[in-house]
């Protein structure tokens, strides 16, 4: 230890003489600059000397610690860091050894100045890449020391920053000396990311530097800022398997720091990852935020709503790699929460908001996943969150169990998904495996839900932002004043009004006579119809919409069941649909006499119009109001020039070269017009496949397969029951009337109908080849099916001219 | 050449405000800080002691003993080799919440890991946890029980001193480094490796 004596120096190595003499005489001197560019010298040419050298400075390196004697310490750490940096040989490895031991020796120190020259050594050796493995340097003292100086808790403002920058600093060369390099310590170990990334969120949720907006020039020595820096170093260099073990501390930060309400620092921290984090690997934390959610399911909804909006931020920016493989795993995840959700039935009015925000969150998610996704995967996620219904699940679920608070939920969720699909054909908007449980919907019980339906079926429909424009049933003089953006229909989307019109058909003329319907649900309607008559205005399928009309104005004229503002709306929505469909057609004469109607309702039936049925602030408030009111006193009893007449419109038709003769046969058939008056629900097993078997233009197979499971034995058997009794003049009726459509319709239209048809039968064709998992069940269903069917109703046979069309 | 034969991690647990800060800086500097602030995440200190004529240095890590740096503290006691859980004798509510420290412990620190249970504030009059229920606590557990004031300097040399000789006394009887994982000695004498201080 006293080998610094003059008169021994020529005993000892040569390298400790050039060591000792690095160091001056005072202190304040400096390190002598000529004695270190010597030693530099010196271990360049014998570099087996280094680690000597490492050790012997290593040494007096300790004596100056131990002393006090701070200046020789900074002097002997700059020869270190001289040393370090010039020499780049095989035994560098050893001299590290020493180095690094003097780092920890100042890091030990309680000097923050000393503290500080450490770190500053230490990243300069950070970024040096040895070539050499070093496998038993561990780092678990410099992860723990810079951490701890993160998180600093001097007194001394200034020097608390310096400390805590220098940390990160620390952090950022461990971060880079060790994440290249197989061979060295593993950083991502929970271990060390435990203590690592909680230091740098520590840092980054500075609500000082936070408030500070972007404009202003940001100072870049703040720790916040540089906690921010190492933060997207280290996510960017993270790899797959690496990513968790950051994202895992992240989110246990954000619970203990409770920063998930408010969620701005949750939502920054987020996004820096999700922007920083290599774009393949986005969704793992997409997934762990989900997992996370699921931690939380019995936590406060505050919390939950703040974890999805940050999911919802996140899934925005990672776009396209949102989803991952997983695409309904992410869906059933969220729809689970919404579901645990709507369980959650809080008695306190509080805590139920919270819930209703919470929804609205997961809902306004699922809306932004199902955006990253292609088209055709929306209208698949559309049918998943279809797939949630009871009505949708097995038979013995129906029991009506389902929170109708969850099914309006999902409603929202498919409006959400459907708002971000962009129609471009219909077949491909609407596959009947999608359309048809879609309609089926559109008669569910609640009225609030149906217009929740029409909303779904506008937005898919709309392709040109009609749809503001009709919100409301007006009945202008002049149509344009609608400034409606109309443009022709396209020979693929005739061809699926062929197919499917009547399927939208039916359902809007069964909705119509909903007893439940409020104004919004007219008015939803209205907006559905006009839609339709936009987007498809082919002269053929308004024929059809007109059709449509007069059928629905027959209906309410004939029942005896609709209340007398239910008929009203009707009647006025009815007028305000042929004026528009009279200007999409551009029949004068039609319009003409539409507005011949209008003026004599004017007159004389003033609740006709939907000024007045459909101005909320003249509704009668008591049943007995109604009665006695003057303004309904005629529409028990409404005249024929008030109506619109079938007559009169095939005139004008036929006037203007159309062909009108197909519009005197009403398609709408009210087979079981008693039974809608007692259950509302008008869908039930039976029912449905009576549809199918009423409807000429329907695609039975195509139904069939997609309910399959609701063929039951007992449906059918109730089915050949009644099919033989109350069925039956309607069954006479309609074969009468198919004979009609074949002998009248046109060639084309005989067509299209037979090729849907057999479509469908190569369709389902393939469906039951593919179907492996139960093909004998699944056949023997089929078979009972066909055979059931044509054994109990001769519609069946009558539809053997369509085959030969072929 | 090293400065010592032992290095040995410490970390010191509790709720906040039951004065872990004031022992370690009793102990490493010979003051008490009045107004001592509330510790934020992890703070380190060192101390080389003499035991037996051998240098033992004990690395102290002083955690926060607020519920929201938990993660991070946790983080700290999985490599510990003796740990020392400091209650308030004044605060009913910090000796309340020991089962939860315990159970902590169990989760995160390593199976040998040596602990001290610490009744801190005997100076204070309001005594609320007689000796005799920290005791029985302690032994309940196999613990080290100890009452300590950081103010007046009593018992908190022994307290280290002691923890310092149970740690030495166990790395000589299993005749292993303190490090069971130090299989590279580095270049000096010592067979101690101060990066090598890692076990989980």
Known sequence: MTGCCVCCSALRPRYKVLVDNIFPEDPQDGLVRINMEKLTFYALSSPEKLDRIGQYLEKRLNREVKGHRIEFVFIAMDALDQLLVSCHAQSLNLFVESFLKMVQKLLECDEPELQISATASFVKFANIEEDTPSYHRRYDFFVSKFSSMSHSGLAKEETRQKIRRAGLHGLQGLVRKTVSDDLQVNIWDPVHMDKIVPSLLFNMDDPSFLATDAESPRDEEHPSYIAEIVFRDLICRASYSSIKSVVGPVLIHLDNHSLWVPNQFAVKCFKIIMYSVQAQYGYIVITSLLEHLDHHVKSDPNIKGGIVGVLFQAVLISAGGSIGTSVLEVFNILLRHLRISVDNKSQNTEMRNKEIEFEDEVINTIGQFANNLPDYQKIEIMMFVMGKFPQFTSDEDVGGAMDSQLQMNLLKTLLKVATKYKTVTFSNTFPPEFLHPLLRMSLLDDPQMRVTVQNILQTLIDRHNNTVKLKHVVLPADVSQLDLTTEKASRQDILFMKKSGMQFYWHIYENMQMSSNKVDNFEALFCTMSLLAIELGDAEILLELLRLALDIQKMVVTSAGLPITHKCAIHGLIAAYINILAYLSSISSLAEYVQQVIETRKKEAKCLLPDFAYNRNNRPNRLSDLENSEDYRSSDLVKENCLFDQNKIAECLSSSGHDASRLSSSFIQKPYNAEMGGVSRSISDIQSINIEIESVDGSPSTYRKQYDEEITVESLKKMLAESSGANKDSEDKRRLEILETFRTAPFEEIVARSEAKSNHFHNKLNEILDNVEDPSERLLTEEDDETGSQATIPVFQMQFPDLFVY | ?200
Do not use: H
């Open chain 2, 1 to 200: 050449m090293e400065d010592y034969k032992y290095l040995f991690k410490v970390v010191l647990i509790g709720n906040a405000g039951v004065g872990k800060t004031c022992l370690v800086r009793r102990f490493t500097e010979g003051l008490f800080p009045p107004g001592q602030g509330a510790t934020i995440g992890v703070d380190f200190m060192i101390k080389t002691v003499d035991v037996d004529g051998e240098k033992v240095k004990l690395q102290i890590w002083d955690t926060a003993g607020q519920e929201r740096f938990r993660s991070i503290t946790q983080a700290y006691y999985r490599s510990a080799n003796a740990l020392i859980l400091v209650y308030d004798v004044c605060c009913q509510n910090s000796f309340d919440s020991l089962p939860q420290w315990l159970n902590e412990i169990e989760l995160y620190a390593g199976s040998k890991v040596l602990t001290f249970l610490v009744g801190n504030k005997v100076d204070k009059m309001s005594k609320e946890i007689p000796t005799q229920i920290g005791q029985q606590f302690a032994q309940r557990y196999d613990m080290t029980f100890i009452e300590t004031s950081a103010k007046e300097c009593e018992n908190v040399e022994k307290l280290f001193m002691d923890i310092a000789r149970g740690l030495t006394k166990r790395a000589r009887d299993l005749n292993l480094q303190p490090e069971e994982n130090n299989e590279f000695p580095s270049g000096g004498s010592t067979p101690i490796s101060t990066f090598s201080c890692c076990k989980i």
